[in-house]
């Protein structure tokens, strides 16, 4: 069970969600990548913590994710597996 000191703190933890689970047009930051496996293109690219990108397209059956990193305005395609390891925080 987590206990929260004050409702802003709640309110945080909400705001912090998988990249997975945004849905299209959201702007959000990356917050943190929960693992040490992201491929370098994914750096390379400017996709690190920080870094402020949209979800532009969704493919059905948890196909991969087409994000715009705003910074450089490039697209790149997240597996959805890639995607549930990277937490976001709403802008």
């Known amino acids: 069970m987590i206990f929260f000191k004050t409702a802003k703190q709640f309110i945080r933890m909400q705001q912090n969600n998988s990249l997975d689970k945004l849905k299209i047009g959201e702007i959000v930051k990356i917050h943190s990548i929960q693992t040490s496996d992201i491929p370098a293109k ?50």
Do not use: M, Q, W
Request: aromatic letters at 10%; proline letters at 6%.
């Open 42 to 91: 994914f750096y390379e690219l400017g996709f690190y913590p920080g870094s402020v990108i949209e979800i532009k397209h969704k493919a059905p059956f948890d196909g991969p994710i087409c994000v715009n990193i705003l910074e450089n305005n490039s697209l790149i395609a997240v597996r959805v597996s890639e995607a549930k390891l990277i937490i976001t925080e709403i802008i």
